[in-house]
């Protein structure tokens, strides 16, 4: 399907695991990495067992009203 994407799965060992692969993410162009707690099972509709971790872009002009 050319609409879906399947998302890489890969286990955090540590802190320094997590930056190096989000440093990657970023710099291919992504807009961040999704972290899942592994102690909570899936359930439909929104989880609190997610956190998405993304860079924050600051505009440097104004928006206009």
């Not at 992504?30 to 924050?56: A, C, H, N, W, Y």
């Amino acid at each position: 399907c050319k609409y879906v994407q399947l998302a890489v799965f890969e286990e955090c060992k540590d802190l320094q695991h997590l930056e190096s692969f989000y440093r990657r993410i970023i710099e291919g162009g992504g807009e961040g990495v999704i972290l899942r707690d592994p102690t909570q099972e899936p359930q439909p509709g929104e989880s609190t067992g997610f956190l998405k971790l993304k860079v924050l872009l600051l505009s440097l002009f104004p928006i206009a009203n």
